[in-house]
Structures are given as structure tokens and as C-alpha cells.
């Protein structure tokens, strides 16, 4: 909601102000951004590259700047207007014609925070050299001509735990949006929904795209995990908002959790909080937390996607980890 009048300057002074960067946001902005939350169930959404798309389907999990689906909706019309939206820079091997989604449930909003001065001013400030994607303004809106659109960023930059039902989006410049593929936790894979008539679809995103069914890797992968207990008993869980229960294959083993975490990796390397991504051997691949231009230049990370930076260490290296679990009211 944006409330205007005269004394606010009216719709063009509200982005304009949100469309400059800063930092020190306008109060006025600020109770306009504070009205754009996330509750238990909101569907949000990442656009994505062909890419990128391949990559989830592999195991990976949401990162980094999302949005609600509501207030993308405008821009859903066409993959020209979704375009804004990337956070990468392969919009140049993609087709013009097609834009992918990512399209999911939120858990609970403490799973996302505004990219504000207060927490992100290491993004704020990095130098163009340093970033992929639009700058961020600091006044949570995304860069934008037209539009005032909130940008969330997942909390710490950590992978989300994906939940039940999670989407991967066509959207088409007919204006038809295509379910290509449903997760399913149960099965740990991505259930493929399109048919024939959407082959072509599916074409940009490999041979592999084709398959009935595409299970993601069992190994620990990912920022963060889902835990919840049963009667004394820690089970990895599922999410299927507002509902949790117990990940299993049987339904009559699918019991409703009676708490709830989500288990995160976290380690200290060269003086800098990082996410533990993955473990190779004597390698770890961490993700800085809330990375800058000297956090960069020191762990010589790269930038993988708009705000995201990671980078690899020695295990025998990194001077502390340690795992956090950060609990859910049920």
C-alpha cells in the first residue's frame, strides 16, 4: 500500500524517492515498504535462467532476492516485463520469448529480510566491478522505470528448505503460464507436468529436461535443513504450509511435527560469517553472509548471482563451524 497526497509529493515524488539510492531512507518510504510482509503460505517467486532452472532441478534451493508473487503480478503478463526481475546475467543465451519461474510457499517470514542500509550495506556499496544484476538501492524496492516492486533477500543468504508442491514456471509471451515441474519431497525430485504440446519448453533446459522425473541428489546439500521432532525423535520434515509433518515414503508414517527448526551450517573463515554451502573432500564451499567489498577481495569470493557471493576454503583452514537451529512457532 502507498498512501499519497499533496504533501507527499504525489505517486511520482514515492518513485522517485524509491528509485534513489541511499543510505538513509526516507521515513515516509519506509512506512509504505513496511506494508509489503510476508506471512506462513505467501507464494513467492524467483525468475530464473534456463540455467538456473537446470540447476534446480539438480537440488538447488532458493537464495538470495525473491518477491512476492502479488506484486509481480503485472509483470507476469510477459517474459519481457519478468525480465526486470533477473537476478543473473544469461539473458543472452536465453529466448526472448520465454521466461522461467521458481514459485514456492513461504515458511515463515523470518526466513527473509529487507535489503535495507540498517543490515545490507555491504551490497548497497559494492562497486559495479564487484556485483551481477541491478545495483541494490537500499530502499527495498527493486530498480524499476515503472513500477514499485518489494525485494526480499533470504535471511543470512541462506538455501531455503524447499517446500511440498514448489513450482518451476513457463511463462510464455502469449501470456500462458506453464507448470513444467511440481516438487515433490516424499520422492525428492521434481515430478515433470508439462506435456508435448510444451516440448519446446522444455528443450532449452537440456536432454535431461525430458524426463518423467528428476531426483535431486540425497547428498547433504544446501544451507539449511528441516527438522522436526516426534514424540522425542528428530526426522527430516516437510513443508507444506501450514502444515509440517515427518518426510516419509508411507503416508500412514507422514505424522504432524510437534516442533520445529531449521538447521543451518555456519563457519568463520579469515574473520568472515559465512554459510557452509557444501563439503568436497578437503574443501568447503561457503557463502558470505553479508558480504562487502573487502569480504570479497578478501576471501577472493565471486558473485554467482545478484547478491549472492561464494567462495571456496580448505577444511584444515577455517577457524570455526558450528550449526545453528533456528525454531518455528507451530
Known sequence: MAPVSRDSGGWE?????????????????????????IRRGTRMMKVLSARQVTGYLKGWLATGFCYREWDAAELLRSPDGLRLLRTDNDSHTDRPDIAYVLR??????????????????????????????????????TPSAQH????????????????????????????????????????????RMAGARWRGLLAALGPAADQEYLPVPTADRGTSRLIGQFRGDEHDTVADPPEFRVLAMSRAARYPVESLVRRTRYANWRGVR??????????ARLRLCQPDADQVATLAAQCHERGVYETWAPVGDINERWTTDHHYPL
Do not use: K, N
Open 13 to 37: 515524488h514515492v518513485h522517485r524517492l524509491s528509485q534513489t539510492p541511499t543510505r538513509q531512507p526516507d521515513p515516509h518510504l519506509e512506512l509504505i515498504r513496511q506494508t509489503a510482509g
Open 104 to 141: 514456492w510457499r513461504a515458511i515463515d517470514p523470518s526466513d527473509y529480510t529487507v535489503p535495507t542500509p540498517a543490515d545490507h550495506l555491504g551490497l548497497i556499496t559494492m562497486p559495479s566491478g564487484y556485483r551481477v544484476g541491478p545495483p541494490v538501492l537500499g530502499t527495498g524496492f
Open 274 to 283: 559465512c554459510a557452509v554451502v557444501s563439503d568436497d573432500g578437503g574443501w
Open 148 to 191: 514499485l516492486i518489494p525485494e526480499f533477500l533470504t535471511t543470512d543468504l541462506l538455501d531455503l528448505p524447499m517446500p511440498a508442491h514448489a513450482s518451476l514456471l513457463a511463462h510464455t509471451a502469449d501470456g500462458d503460464e506453464v507448470t513444467l515441474y511440481s516438487y515433490q519431497p516424499e520422492q525428492r525430485g521434481w515430478l
